[in-house]
């Protein structure tokens, strides 16, 4: 019976995946498709545009702040789980290291959007 419901949902599967390669249209090549894709830079220039480090510094501090709050996220499960003082020590203490890295970027200036 199992294996019967295996093969069942490996056609089914198999059918979902297939149908818009058997039903789509390829589509007709022009100019911007067949030119090459550098994210909206024109690549008939040279490559040694300048480019903003204040623009990466930001997106950068971005992505580390937006790892830490998916870190953060899962805190109410883990109290309700975890009533212990040591779990709110770890995470008093887990908190209080991304304020401190907060504030060392902030007094450095990084958060600044200066052109």
Do not use: H
Request: with cysteine; proline share 8%.
């Amino acid at each position: 019976m199992i294996f019967f419901m295996a093969l069942i949902l490996f056609t089914i599967s198999t059918i979902l995946m297939l149908l818009p390669l058997i039903t789509s249209t390829p589509p007709q090549p022009d100019r911007e498709n067949l030119s090459p894709f550098e994210c909206g830079f024109d690549p008939k220039n040279t490559s040694r545009t300048p480019f903003s480090l204040q623009f990466f510094l930001i997106a950068v501090i971005f992505l580390i702040f937006d790892v830490e709050i998916a870190l953060l996220l899962p805190i109410p499960i883990i109290m309700s789980n975890f009533t212990s003082t040591n779990t709110l020590m770890l995470i008093v203490i887990f908190i209080v290291i991304l304020l401190l890295g907060l504030y060392y970027e902030w007094s450095n200036g990084a958060l600044n959007w200066s052109i």
